[in-house]
Structure formats: structure tokens, C-alpha cells
């Protein structure tokens, strides 16, 4: 497998780079440094911490999830 890093410079470029990859089924990851969350998405995150904190959710240990998706 090789990796192939390229810039995108705006929204359309993006648009229209992923419109081709998809016609030609490739698979594809995005990565970037722009991380915007929406309010509704801040809220969201905000309850989870708090429900978490509160003890209405749990974790898993690290070790749980490893052993879970060894394999893959």
C-alpha cells in the first residue's frame, strides 16, 4: 500500500477530488487539522462527559478493546 498526501486548497477542490474517487471506488481516508464541531455537536460532548462523570456510562478497559479487534 502507498500513501499519497495531497493539499486541498477549498471546499469545491474537495468536492470534486472525492466525487472522482468515489466513481472510481477507491477507498479513501480523510485527515485534517480542522476540527469544527457545530454547537449542537459541543452540547452533545458536553452531556456525554457529564453522564460519564455522573456514572450513567461506562468504559471500557484499553486492553477489552485490543483484545476484541486482535486480528482485524
Do not use: C
Not at 29 to 53: G, H, T
Amino acid at each position: 500500500m502507498e500513501t499519497l498526501k495531497i493539499d486541498i486548497q477549498n471546499d469545491q477542490e474537495k468536492k470534486v477530488l472525492l466525487a472522482f474517487l468515489d466513481s472510481l471506488s477507491y477507498h479513501y481516508r480523510s485527515e485534517s487539522n480542522d476540527y469544527v464541531l457545530s454547537d449542537e455537536q459541543i452540547k452533545e460532548m458536553v452531556k456525554r462527559k457529564a453522564d460519564f462523570l455522573s456514572g450513567k456510562t461506562t468504559s471500557r478497559s484499553w486492553s477489552e478493546i485490543k483484545q476484541r479487534y486482535e486480528g482485524v
